[in-house]
């Protein structure tokens, strides 16, 4: 099966106040996604985002274009951090389609270029699309 879904892409901004909520829906209340003042002390320069906020980006970046799928399993890196006012870039590349399983790279980049996700992951598409 080939999709004419893909690749699709996405640009988006995170904002501190994404990363504060984001901790507390999460309970990660990691100094260097909320504290602006420790985070400027590390080595990052400033606050970064959850790995996990990234992820909910692709995720629903998926449930909108493959409504009704299902998420069978997902590999994530995150070589680089991204930053709270940064325009990141999602695209999502098919691997491979085999029936109605499609296999999926995932990157997310920087205005710079530098990848602040990458990963694969492989959905099971409901019939109607996957024809």
């Known amino acids: 099966m080939s999709d ?14 994404d990363f504060d909520r984001f901790a507390r829906l999460s309970g990660d209340h990691n100094p260097i996604h909320v504290d602006p003042e420790f985070s400027a002390r590390t080595s990052f320069g400033r606050t970064v985002s959850h790995g996990m906020l990234l992820f909910s980006v692709v995720r629903s970046l998926l449930a909108q274009t493959w409504p009704g799928s299902t998420l069978n399993r997902q590999s994530l890196m995150f070589p680089s951090p991204a930053y709270a006012g940064d325009t990141l870039a999602l695209v999502v590349e098919q691997q491979k389609a085999e029936g109605d399983r499609l296999v999926l790279k995932t990157t997310i980049t920087r ?9 694969e ?9 996957a024809s």
Do not use: R, S
């Open 4 to 17: 004419a879904n893909i690749p699709c892409e996405q640009n988006f901004m995170l904002t501190q106040e």
């Open 111 to 119: 205005p710079d270029g530098e990848t602040c996700l990458t990963g």
């Open 121 to 129: 992951c492989e959905l099971t598409v409901p019939e109607k699309e």
